[in-house]
């Protein structure tokens, strides 16, 4: 039905940067709330960044200033740009979308709670070395 597939994770240093994809199928991207969390071990999955159907955004405390979401409806890619990374950036990231026909919640516009979104893909590792 919805698939969403992670790619762009990795090893990097701390300072250094990466950009994570995520590629959408089975539905109408466009019209979809979509978001990045992230897991680290033995840590609650929390929201990263989130971004609305005409491209607002919103960011955790913790990421702002550092990390960009974006997307590119055209290719059905969702995008987070992460600079100035640090140890503590060391997660599992998801892509979540929220689709609003198919939610039992509701969606709502950039929202970084886990309940908000009702598709996930399998996620990507980020590792920070200091």
């Known amino acids: 039905q919805v698939q969403l597939v992670e790619s762009g994770g990795g090893s990097v240093q701390a300072g250094g940067s990466l950009r994570l994809s995520c590629t959408a199928s089975g539905y109408t991207y466009s019209s979809y709330y979509m978001a990045w969390f992230r897991q680290a071990p033995g840590k609650e999955r929390e929201g990263v960044a989130s971004i609305d159907t005409v491209r607002n955004t919103n960011y955790a405390d913790s990421v702002k200033g550092r990390f960009t979401i974006s997307k590119d409806n055209a290719k059905n890619t969702l995008y987070l740009q992460m600079n100035s990374l640090k140890p503590e950036d060391t997660a599992m990231y998801y892509c979540?979308?929220?689709?609003?026909?198919?939610?039992?919640?509701?969606?709502?516009?950039?929202?970084?709670?886990?309940?908000?979104?009702?598709?996930w893909g399998q996620g990507t590792q980020v590792t920070v070395s200091s």
């Open positions: 979540a979308a929220c689709a609003p026909d198919l939610s039992a919640v509701g969606c709502v516009a950039l929202s970084l709670a886990e309940r908000r979104y009702n598709f």
